[in-house]
């Protein structure tokens, strides 16, 4: 089919430098080729973009949205590039915005609790600064050392201390967007309570870069807990009854720090990721951080474990031995990666139904003959499992797809959600209808429409 284009990509180019003098910008296309898709999805970078653009400043991002605006080209934000459901993925001739070299941490409070950053600020370089000053942010998923506050902030991220501390939208106080027209809009306050008009921060927070682009947020800081914080193990018989002294354990009013759960192929593919033998007769783990309580608190936990017949409980608060343990949760990924091709899922559901849906994973993987290593945030009801196929199989198989398919429902059923804290991006764009239902749906799109009437923002995400 023959059209006739207005412009060349040669004039888009020149067009957009002019717009964006501080920023560099790449257009070659085996350097654009490197960005097309992020090296923790499944690699649907679709087409080829038309440029990589990392941005210096808010100028450098009303820039690039005014070019996006002349020839009505998509636009994809991007910080880290650490997501895990294709959100920052390449489109055909579209322009990837990175927020990248935007890393100024500008102001760490230990006063006020805050911290005002920029959206390429590394979740671990935050945390490191403001412990220098007596505080600690807690938001803290798996790619702590890698992912960026703005990608945490765009997907609601959470992590292992969620289940006390809350998820990255529990933590932000404001922010600073730019939105579809060029706008930049400064959203909250520094204040820790705000009840002033519509609480249009928590409305980016978890957008996944479809409404605006973030340029700056505000987080609560926490201040380090006092006395000596434990860390500690335990084995069950399988998952099913982990869950269950899980959901005891978070209504004892212990309030532990994490509670993460590893099933028995899990702790059996760390043994040989780490030359370790912790795959005690086929054993699901638990491990366990109290940061408050002292001996009151570590003794009702031990209480509620034997209640469970929990095994070989191992308690520490050496520093070393306590980060030990925590090298086991944090090397799960690649040592479940290591069996082949993957994916890794997201649910989570209500902690009465926990234990329900750890035993339903268990069988469905018995069923179709799927594996599956199952791990996640037991304390907050968030199930990782990751189903894996042979490397030289290149597709997904049609058993995978069913088993997601199935794992998904299930999750609904139980009255859950298939995104606890990866976002939906690409690949779960089109569960929204199922899990949200047509009514909400419906206003998403309409809220997608006031925002960015062009659809230029990260299309085909969040949203479909």
């Given at each position: 089919m023959a059209f006739f284009p207005a412009y060349d990509d040669t004039e888009i180019i020149d067009y957009l430098r002019e717009q964006t003098p501080n920023a560099d910008v790449i257009f070659e296309p085996s350097?654009?080729?490197?960005?097309?898709?992020?090296?923790?999805?499944?690699?649907?970078?679709?087409?080829?973009?038309?440029?990589?653009i990392e941005v210096a400043d808010v100028a450098d991002i009303q820039g690039v949205l005014r070019t996006a605006r002349k020839f009505h080209l998509p636009v994809i934000p991007q910080a880290a590039a650490t997501s895990t459901v294709a959100g920052s993925d390449g489109i055909d001739h579209g322009l990837m915005l990175s927020t990248r070299r935007m890393n100024k941490i500008i102001d760490v409070s230990r006063a006020d609790q805050v911290a005002v950053v920029q959206p390429g600020v590394i979740n671990q370089d935050l945390d490191n600064m403001a412990r220098k000053v007596g505080m600690f942010y807690a938001p803290?998923?798996?790619s702590k050392p890698l992912s960026a506050i703005g990608g945490?902030?765009?997907?609601?991220?959470?992590?292992?201390?969620?289940?006390?501390?809350?998820?990255?939208?529990?933590?932000?106080?404001?922010?600073?967007?730019?939105?579809?027209?060029?706008?930049?809009?400064?959203?909250?306050?520094r204040t820790l309570k705000q009840a002033f008009g519509y609480n249009l921060t928590q409305l980016f927070v978890g957008s996944e870069g479809t409404l605006g682009i973030i340029t700056e947020i505000t987080v609560?800081?926490?201040?380090?807990?006092?006395?000596?914080?434990?860390?500690g193990m335990a084995f069950f018989p399988d998952m099913k009854t982990l869950a269950a002294a899980v959901t005891e354990i978070r209504a004892s009013g212990v309030y532990p720090a994490m509670l993460e759960a590893l099933d028995s192929a899990t702790v059996a593919a760390l043994d040989r990721y780490e030359g370790t033998h912790y795959a005690q007769g086929s054993s699901a783990l638990l491990i366990l951080r109290l940061d408050v309580g002292g001996d009151v608190a570590l003794n009702r936990v031990k209480e509620i474990l034997a209640h469970f017949a929990a095994q070989h409980l191992s308690v520490t608060s050496d520093p070393d031995e306590q980060a030990a343990i925590l090298k086991l949760r944090q090397d799960m990924l690649p040592a479940v990666f290591a069996n082949g091709n993957h994916v890794m899922e997201d649910m989570a559901v209500p902690l009465s139904k926990l234990a329900a849906m750890m035993d339903y994973i268990a069988k469905l993987a018995q069923e179709l003959d799927v594996e599956i290593y199952t791990a996640g945030h037991a304390g907050d009801g968030n199930v990782h499992p990751t189903l894996i196929w042979p490397k030289e199989q290149t597709e997904v198989p049609q058993k995978v797809t069913q088993a997601l398919q199935l794992m998904f429902r299930e999750a609904l059923r139980l009255g859950g959600t298939i995104s606890g804290e990866h976002a939906v991006g690409l690949l779960k764009n089109q569960w929204n209808n199922e899990e949200l239902g047509e009514g909400v749906d419906q206003l998403q799109h309409q809220i997608k429409a006031l925002l960015d009437p062009f659809n230029l923002l990260n299309p085909g995400r969040k949203i479909n």
């Open positions: 350097e654009l080729a490197k960005h097309q898709s992020g090296k923790y999805g499944m690699g649907t970078g679709a087409g080829q973009l038309l440029a990589y803290d998923p798996g945490n902030v765009a997907t609601n991220a959470g992590g292992m201390s969620t289940v006390k501390y809350g998820a990255t939208r529990d933590n932000v106080l404001g922010v600073k967007v730019v939105l579809a027209d060029g706008r930049e809009l400064s959203l909250g306050h609560k800081l926490m201040p380090i807990p006092l006395g000596q914080p434990v860390t």
